[in-house]
C-alpha cells in the first residue's frame, strides 16, 4: 500500500512559478513509475509528467514541455514537479500518481494523493 500528499499548491501570477512536492509511504517508492496529472473545471484528468522508478526516463505533455520538470528523490521518498512560466491554463488540481505500467495513462495508476490546487491568475 502506497499513501502520497501533495503539496506546494497556491495562487501565482502569470510567468511566475511553483514547485509541487508528492511525498509517498511504503518501501517500495523507488519501484514505482511516478506521475503528475492534473484536472481543471470541467474537463477530464490530463497527463503532465511521469518519471520512471530510476529518474532514467521522463516524458511530457506538450503543453508544458520546456517549462515543467519532474524529478524524484528515491531516498526521501518524494517527487516534484518544477512548474515555471506558468499560465492562466496551467490553473487545475494537480494529482501525484504511483505505479502504472504505461506512464502517460492515468487508468493505469494503482495509487493518487487527494491533490492541490493551483491558480495562475493573469
Known amino acids: 500500500q502506497v499513501q502520497l500528499v501533495e503539496s506546494g499548491g497556491g495562487l501565482v501570477q502569470a510567468g511566475g512559478s511553483l514547485r509541487l512536492s508528492c511525498a509517498a509511504s511504503?518501501?517500495?517508492?523507488?519501484?514505482?513509475?511516478m506521475g503528475w496529472f492534473r484536472q481543471a473545471p470541467g474537463k477530464d484528468r490530463e497527463f503532465v509528467a511521469a518519471i520512471t522508478w530510476s529518474g532514467a526516463n521522463t516524458y511530457y505533455a506538450d503543453s508544458v514541455n520546456g517549462r515543467f520538470t519532474i524529478s524524484r528523490d528515491n531516498a526521501k521518498n518524494t517527487v516534484c514537479l518544477q512548474m515555471n512560466s506558468l499560465k492562466p491554463e496551467d490553473t487545475a488540481v494537480y494529482y501525484c500518481?504511483?505505479?502504472?505500467?504505461?506512464?502517460?495513462?492515468?487508468?493505469?495508476?494503482?495509487?493518487w494523493g487527494q491533490g492541490t490546487q493551483v491558480t495562475v491568475s493573469s
Open positions: 511504503g518501501r517500495t517508492f523507488s519501484t514505482y513509475t
Open positions: 500518481a504511483a505505479d502504472s505500467p504505461a506512464p502517460l495513462q492515468p487508468i493505469m495508476y494503482g495509487y
